[in-house]
């Protein structure tokens, strides 16, 4: 179901964003927009990547075409919030998967599905062509790697593996490549560059797609969107903050030095991410204020801001260059899945019909 944002919410989007709108267009975007266009025409199946995906020009083109929705990256996605859109795009009587690129288990899965959105036109034709579709850095080239390095052992003739380039920011792919996915018939997969819109009008999916990383932080500055991403956290108080307390306390609790030395040298990347969490956590669930309320929201982003810096050991000798430093550390883990698994994008309403 819909929700509205919170005024302190809002109050930390607006000055995250900094303008009343997100402009982030590199030239080879307009060029692959322009090839995407052109090729689809003979194109067989469209796999989309979707994430706030909101490229009107790409619906536009997918409303043309049979295609398959992929949604990526599931281990970081929240369960729950995971199903409610399974049931949607049910409603909606919409092919679609869920998919961990990294798995291998998983990308069979999908490549199960790819051939059963295909049945039809695999009983017409010889050659057939799909082409992965969506805005930067949502996996597509992984994806499109994982699944031609599992299809290539399917492959009677054993045919030198190609590698779609791939990178942890966006803009890496700037040119659609072909890989071959199947034999009898041959299929085809086109791997094109992410795209986006030249202007993002709606400031809270522009930063939504910053914190996935769909263009560069820079565009927003990575202090401002490590606050909208507290802001965010703490717009979702729920159990989990809870727990993440719960946690950090009982590794206080541990008082033998001895322990100490085995508990840290034994986990010291779960311990790193209790104590971040803990920070987070307590900072909320101690707070006395209102954060509906935009002054108190910033309050309390202020206070988790230096409380993890502390925990970051990030001297104020660093002045303003020190919360960039905070900023880039909590955005990578929240990133990688540290901070636990979430979906922002809100169910549309037909899924509770």
């Given amino acids: 179901m819909a929700t509205t944002t919170s005024k302190g919410l809002m109050n930390l989007a607006l000055k995250a964003a900094g303008s ?33 995906s909101a490229n009107i020009e790409l619906q536009e083109i997918l409303r043309r075409k049979k295609h398959l929705i992929v949604l990526n990256k599931m281990d ?37 599905q790819v051939r059963t959105s295909l049945s039809e036109a695999i009983r017409k034709e010889q050659t ?6 969506g805005i930067p850095n949502v996996g597509k080239s992984v994806i499109t790697n994982s699944v031609h390095r599992i299809a290539r052992y399917n492959i009677s003739v054993q045919e030198k593996l190609k590698k779609a380039e791939v990178g942890p920011l966006p803009g890496v792919t700037q040119q659609i490549s072909a890989f071959k996915i199947g034999h ?13 819109v030249p202007n993002i009008s709606n400031i809270e999916t522009g930063l939504k797609l910053a914190l996935t990383g769909a263009f560069k932080d820079s565009v927003v500055g ?44 034994r986990q010291h990347q779960s311990d790193f991410k209790t104590e971040v ?14 954060v509906e309320d935009e002054h108190d929201m910033e309050v309390l982003v202020d206070t988790q801001m230096k409380e993890l810096r502390k925990l ?13 430093k905070v900023s880039s550390k909590l955005l990578n883990l929240y990133r990688i899945g540290k901070l636990g698994a979430y979906t922002w994008d809100i169910v549309p309403e037909v899924a509770a019909q």
Wanted: aromatic share 10%.
């Fill in 20 to 52: 009343s709108s997100i402009n982030w267009y590199p030239g080879h975007m307009a060029t692959a927009m322009r090839d995407i266009k052109e090729r689809v025409k003979v194109v067989d199946l469209i796999i989309e990547v979707p994430i706030s």
């Fill in 76 to 112: 970081l996605a929240n369960p729950n919030t995971s199903n409610r859109w399974s049931e949607y795009f049910e409603a909606c009587k919409q092919d679609h998967v869920f998919v961990n690129a990294h798995s291998k288990e998983s990308v069979k899965n999908m490549v199960r």
């Fill in 128 to 133: 057939l062509l799909t082409m992965v579709v």
């Fill in 184 to 196: 009898t018939p041959s299929i085809y997969l086109l791997d094109t560059p992410g795209v986006l």
């Fill in 222 to 265: 990575q202090e401002r969107l490590a606050r909208y991403l507290l802001g965010l956290l703490n717009s979702r108080r729920s159990s989990f903050h809870v727990k993440w307390k719960a946690e950090a306390e009982a590794k206080a609790f541990i008082e033998d030095p001895v322990a100490q030395l085995k508990f840290k040298k």
């Fill in 277 to 290: 969490r803990g920070v987070i956590a307590s900072t909320l669930l101690d707070f006395v204020g209102n």
């Fill in 312 to 324: 970051f050991q990030i001297p104020e000798e660093a002045g303003d260059t020190g919360w960039t």
